[in-house]
């Protein structure tokens, strides 16, 4: 094994957060077989944004600049740029663009995909990764049998590392598939929102919450704290909070390394959706909620009370570490 | 519109998770298996409230083995017209694809519904390997589906938010939340489902890429530590220095 490639996906012109987790990971993989790291990327990037990629591990990155986020077109192009490189590993972020585009690719070069990894290959014998199962209730093993390797991994489940370097850039001088699927609207949120999926900071709430005017205490605490916000599943479905929030087994499923749940009861489909995160803080008056189970921190408490508290201290707090 | 469900079966969400044979099957003792919920409340509910709206057939299709067909009663009971098992297991995401695949070329469907992921592998492997295989666009994610003549309008997630998107038929889609909702089958459907085709067909030979080891359960959560409710300041020092977060 000697050629890494890396897909990563961008948003407002810029590498995602989990798209960079991707690429220290691949060019780590790269490093220790003693090969090379390359990124294949699309959209109008700024080159100076493409050189730091260097930073993270990648040698050099290939930019399609036309390109759009159609899975037939991210997939030929993953594809093309394989075939150039000779990549042996092609690694991609179990991301919404991940979803669609490494299934496809791995079914174009007739390679392995294993999805949903989450630490580093063993390739002491064969080539096996492990991966998320049972919605977070279990792990599996998995070996990939084919020569060449597709695997994506959960965000932040390696962390990022980032060194010294620059990346070379060059254009893809491929051609493009054409897109099957046009984009009509794009309902994205602007600005430099947190997002839900690469946060490493959560503060979530639940219907102990009693109604949406409830929520400027949660969304205090989240900003103050830089942290994203999420809610259970029934606070979505009675249309709370928007859908994007909602976490869980039919929501996503997240891993920060701190996940605060604020009158949330903590059923099994809910901790489906968050018990990979690393550190978790349960705020609930029922001392039998469930979710003191799978919590590290517990404070058995009226949010009404305990979250503005909790917002003093984390302001005294920054203040102090300032 | 001719519309081809992919449904698979999986452990109740409840499910206490082990396994057995040295951590290398699931243990199925005292589980209770259900229809994906993704496949069933999500793309199975939408094709037949479409099929209902302007006319069409809705078939179902499981790569699995008799014992499967429980569950796919239960798509029946729903409404589907006809089911469609093909007799293989295999937990190899190509493998499952490459078998869907080859029985919708033989028969042609206008759309190819999905759900997201699976809730026992959560792989979001098997619609988008499909796509490839039939060399056809997928829309990835999808919260909402409308068809009019060939034209599908959709809306799917992306990250930090969601897209309006047009697409020609045919084409296969992944559902998510939002598609359609649940809908508990009748008596009636329950008797009809009993005399709906389920036709079982055998395998094409394909090689699976994957093969799962092992499996392991996470190791045990230390004890809860609590912390007064007007002590959130040694909270704030516990997630600082011990827990080392923030
Ligand atoms: C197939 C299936 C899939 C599902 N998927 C999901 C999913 O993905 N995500 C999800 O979240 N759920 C999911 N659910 C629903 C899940 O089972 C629970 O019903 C849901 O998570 C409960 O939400 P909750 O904790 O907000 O509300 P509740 O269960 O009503 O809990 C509210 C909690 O708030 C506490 N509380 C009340 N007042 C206060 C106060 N003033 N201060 C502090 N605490 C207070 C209460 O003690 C209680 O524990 C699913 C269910 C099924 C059957
Ligand atoms: N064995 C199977 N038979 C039929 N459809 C399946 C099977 N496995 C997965 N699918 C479909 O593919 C979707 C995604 O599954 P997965 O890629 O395994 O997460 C599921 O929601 C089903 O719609």
Known sequence: MSSVLVFADSKNNKITKASLETVAYGSKIANDNGGSCTVVTYGDIPEAELKTLGAYGAKEVVVARSASNDSQVLSKLTADVVSEKGSDVIVFSQDFTGKAVAPRVSAKLNAGLVSGVIDYPNTSEGFTVKKNAFSGKAFAYASIKTDKKVISIVPNSIGITKGEGEASVSDFQGTLATAGVTVKESKVKGGEGILLDEAELVVSAGRGLKGPENWGMIEELASEMGAATACSRPVSDIGWRPHHEHVGQTGIAIRPNLYIAVGISGAIQHLAGVNASKTIVVINTDPEAPFFKAADYGIVGDAFEVVPKLIEAYKNFKQANN | ?246
């Not at chain 2, 060939?150 to 992306?158: G, K, Q």
Request: net charge negative.
């Open chain 2, 1 to 246: 519109m001719k519309f081809l469900v992919c449904i698979s079966k999986v452990p109740d969400t409840t499910s206490k998770i082990g396994f057995t044979d040295n951590n290398s099957k699931f243990n199925e003792a005292g589980v209770q298996f259900i229809v994906n919920p993704y496949d069933e409340w999500y793309a199975l509910v939408r094709a037949l409230e479409l099929k209902e709206a302007n006319g069409g057939s809705v078939t179902i299709i499981t790569v699995g083995e008799q014992s499967d067909e429980p569950v796919m009663r239960k798509a029946l009971a729903i409404g589907a017209d006809e089911a469609v098992r093909i007799n293989a297991k295999s937990d190899d995401s190509f493998f499952i694809a490459k078998q869907i695949a080859e029985y919708a070329k033989n028969n042609s469907f206008d759309v190819v519904l999905c759900g997201k992921e699976t809730i026992n592998f959560n792989s979001a492997q098997v619609p988008a390997t499909i796509a490839e295989l039939l060399d056809m666009p997928l829309v990835s994610l999808a919260t909402k589906l409308d068809i009019n003549g060939n034209t599908a309008t959709l809306e799917r997630d992306v990250q930090g938010g969601s897209e309006v998107v047009e697409v020609q038929t045919p084409f296969v889609l992944s559902a998510a939340k939002g598609m359609a909702e649940q809908r508990i089958p009748n008596m009636k459907g329950i008797m009809m489902a009993r005399s709906k085709p389920l036709n079982v067909v055998e395998p094409v030979s394909v090689e699976a890429h994957t093969e799962i080891l092992s499996y392991e359960l996470p190791s045990g959560k230390t004890e809860c530590k609590y912390v007064e409710a007007d002590k959130m300041d040694e909270l704030i020092e516990l997630l600082h220095n011990e827990a080392k977060v923030i």
